[in-house]
């Protein structure tokens, strides 16, 4: 059964370290990665059920789903029922796999630069049975698409001025009267991204 307070078995694995990761220069948000691509499953608990996924190195928090996204699912109210979906930057894909788990008729866009990543949200989406989630690169979704609900850990670490463009481009794609909700952590910047879209928003 789950840890109710953390949402992970009690006995996941604790984060490792990325040396592999760190030795070839690889980021998480790194198109094609060069550390070693060897999949493993773990167990993790979303959309309110106990699911096995597949993970590899190379891509972010690959050992578990990490506190950031563990706190935007614990909070962000139940996602729209129908309509086009979006987790921006979807890692292995713990977002974008409960979006499609919660919302069955929506189509889910799982985004990433990282190739391997994407490959892992298809191959889970895949092993759950989800026929309603698209995984793509930032330019593979058409331009007319609007979406009622963003969802995203942003890659924090790709930089300031490369944060504010992506987050720009992709958040004025909401359709009227939909919302957007993004964990950033407060020591990583979450006041003063917060300060910045309010300003670029106005």
Not at 2 to 20: F, L, M, N, V
Not at 92 to 101: C, Q, Y
Not at 171 to 185: D, E, N, T, Y
Request: proline share 8%; aromatic share 6%.
């Amino acid at each position: 059964m789950p840890d109710a307070a953390s949402g992970e078995r009690p006995d996941a694995p604790a984060d490792h370290p990325k040396t592999a990761d760190e030795a070839t220069g690889d980021h998480y948000f790194t198109a094609r990665p060069a550390s070693p691509g060897e999949r493993r499953t773990i167990i993790v608990w979303l959309a309110e059920r106990e699911l096995t996924v597949e993970t590899a190195g190379g891509v972010f928090s690959s050992y578990r789903v990490d506190h950031g996204t563990r706190a935007l699912l614990g909070v962000a109210p139940p996602p729209p029922a129908s309509g086009d979906l979006l987790d921006l930057g979807c890692g292995w894909g713990p977002i974008a796999l409960s979006l499609a788990l919660a919302s069955p008729v929506a189509t889910v866009w799982a985004v990433d630069v990282n190739e391997r990543a994407l490959d892992l949200v298809r191959r889970n989406a895949e092993r759950l049975g989800l026929g309603n989630l698209r995984t793509v690169t930032p330019d593979q979704v058409p331009d007319d698409v609007s979406f009622a609900a963003v969802w995203s850990n942003p890659p924090i670490r790709v930089g300031k001025e490369a944060l504010h463009a992506m987050l720009g481009s992709w958040l004025r794609r909401l359709a009227p009267g939909a919302s957007a909700h993004l964990v950033v952590q407060r020591n990583l910047g979450a006041d003063s991204l917060q300060h910045w879209w309010c300003g670029a928003s106005a």
